[in-house]
């Protein structure tokens, strides 16, 4: 998608290990998000970013973290890895007020085994 | 906390039927509502969107029908074609929240030929 990138694109990983997956976007915008997809859940919210240094919590944020040094990069570890953390992982960008000016990366397939 | 509730879960429509999906809401912070449509691989993209104070928003095959005091709002696709076949979400924006998108659970819509 044009001006958001996610990676890795795909990974497997085993319980227990640390993971971080990025978010690197090209548009300047002030905020940025990470959701999770699950089938019957729909995407649900799991950090998000108002500025450089200035996160906040969503609806799924426990064994998660973030982290934005710079505009353009919003980070995701997950610092323990666990089976029920296996998803597909979109970030968001948008511009403040901007009706339906979310632009989403195409995810990254997480496997836990 | 802010829930947005979508069905069906899955439609099938033959093509040049009409699709309907519908969503409600549960309180009244929400400042906008979006549709997103999602195809398998790729991250959601805007479709159509509508703020409260509006009935009825109308692009191309694309309607949104808003019921403020009902807490209700559907989109009806007209003329249904196979290349609709996708994933489609409502959602609920709030602008004082950090802007984020809430989510219903999603309708995967297959349109025969």
């Known amino acids: 998608d044009a001006g958001i990138t996610q990676s890795p694109r795909h990974k497997v990983t085993e319980t227990g290990t640390p993971v971080t997956l990025r978010c690197h976007q090209t548009?300047?915008?002030?905020?940025m998000y990470w959701y999770r997809q699950d089938p019957g859940h729909g995407l649900r919210l799991i950090h998000y970013?108002?500025?450089?240094?200035?996160?906040d919590k969503g609806e799924v944020s426990d064994g998660y973290s973030v982290s934005r040094s710079k505009t353009e990069d919003f980070l995701l570890t997950l610092e323990s890895a666990t089976s029920s953390q296996t998803s597909v992982y979109f970030c968001?960008?948008?511009?403040?007020?901007?009706?339906?000016?979310?632009?989403f990366g195409s995810g990254t397939r997480l496997t836990v085994v | 906390q802010q829930q947005v509730k979508q069905s069906p879960q899955s439609l099938i429509v033959q093509k040049g039927g009409i699709s309907i999906i519908n969503c409600a809401y549960e309180?009244?912070?929400?400042?906008?509502f979006p549709w997103y449509q999602q195809f398998p691989g790729k991250g959601p993209a805007l479709l159509i969107a509508?703020?409260?104070?509006?009935s009825e928003k109308k692009e191309g095959r694309f309607t949104i029908s808003f019921n403020k005091s009902a807490k209700q709002f559907s989109l009806h696709i007209m003329d249904s074609q196979p290349g609709d076949s996708a994933t489609y979400f409502c959602?609920?924006?709030?602008?004082?929240?950090?802007?984020?998108?809430?989510f219903g659970q999603g309708t995967e819509l297959s349109v025969k030929p």
């Open positions: 968001a960008i948008s511009q403040t007020g901007s009706e339906g000016g979310y632009t």
């Open positions: 970013s108002y500025g450089v240094k200035d996160t």
């Open positions: 548009e300047n915008h002030r905020y």
């Open positions: 509508i703020r409260p104070d509006v």
């Open positions: 309180n009244t912070a929400f400042d906008y």
């Open positions: 959602a609920g924006v709030v602008y004082n929240q950090g802007g984020k998108l809430i």
